[in-house]
């Protein structure tokens, strides 16, 4: 018999989407695979659709008035857009870290258990359990384990970035989106935070948002070229700095506008 090629599911699978902001039109037509445990970064001068983009995959444009979605959107062959979807739950599932780091001002510790707590958690050995095995896997648990009562806002940046990567991992999500994690961090937090990325995808699926080339190159599988809305590419990303199959992908990753 044939050996057949084991298909596997995609983590996440756009279709058709297009997103209005009232009258304009901010994303025409974009369908995607993601793999699970993969890194994938979306790539594209400013005010291509990026951000938007991501913030499809936990509804976090739900927040926006005037917000209008067209197409689907599944997350582990579940329609997300669908009206019986808990939105919090999807968002747990979906966790998100924003461009510039915004720890609550709050404990180190607190800020990690917040979430669970939410979620109903209050024994004292789980939360110290969650919050310590969180802390390992954003990088951060040697440089605070004997300071967690301390606020978090007495971080630097690049360790209150990597907070923030814990509080999103403490719920267990399956997949993480980043928005441009790093443009408000140091050459040194950037890099933790590139290798933190590459740690990550053996547990999580992460898609992120980078204007940084160099950076997309570095971390990610796959990339996603946007412009004015569309995606204009899409493929590993060796094959698409090395060899793009657009003109308009050649165009940018060679820096001829942007
Ligand atoms: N809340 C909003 N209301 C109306 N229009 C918006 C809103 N957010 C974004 N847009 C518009 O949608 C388009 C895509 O914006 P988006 O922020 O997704 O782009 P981007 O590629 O992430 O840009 P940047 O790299 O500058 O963050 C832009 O034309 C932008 O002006």
Redesign the pocket.
């Known amino acids: 018999m044939a050996e057949q090629a084991v298909q596997t599911k995609p983590a996440i699978r756009v279709e058709n989407l297009d997103l209005y902001?009232?009258e304009?039109q901010?994303l025409y037509n974009v369908s995607m695979d993601v793999a699970e445990n993969s890194v994938t970064a979306l790539i594209?001068?400013?005010?291509?659709?990026?951000?938007?983009?991501l913030r499809t995959l936990n509804r976090m444009n739900d927040l926006?008035p005037?917000v209008r979605i067209e197409g689907n959107i599944e997350l582990y062959g579940k329609n997300i857009y669908d009206r019986d979807i808990d939105v919090e739950m999807l968002r747990k599932e979906v966790g998100m870290v924003f461009q510039a780091p915004n720890p609550f001002p709050k404990s180190i510790y607190d800020n990690v258990a917040y979430g669970p707590r939410i979620h109903g958690i209050t024994s004292k050995k789980k939360l110290d359990e969650i919050v310590e095995k969180s802390l390992r896997q954003a990088a951060l648990w040697d440089e605070v384990k004997d300071r967690l009562k301390d606020r978090a806002t007495g971080l630097s940046g690049g360790q209150q970035q990597r907070l923030c990567i814990a509080r999103a991992l403490a719920v267990e999500p399956e997949i993480v989106l980043m928005d441009?994690p790093t443009s408000a961090l140091d050459p040194i937090s950037t890099s933790k935070i590139e290798e933190l990325v590459q740690e990550l995808k053996e547990k999580y699926t992460i898609v992120i948002?980078t204007?940084n080339m160099q950076q997309a190159a570095r971390v990610s599988d796959k990339t996603a070229f946007?412009l004015n809305?569309e995606l204009i590419e899409y493929d590993d990303t060796n094959t698409l700095f090395s060899n793009p199959g657009n003109k308009k992908t050649e165009d940018y990753i060679t820096g001829r506008f942007g």
């Open positions: 902001y009232g304009k901010a594209g001068p400013s005010g291509c659709g990026k951000s938007t983009f926006i005037g441009e948002v204007h946007f809305g």
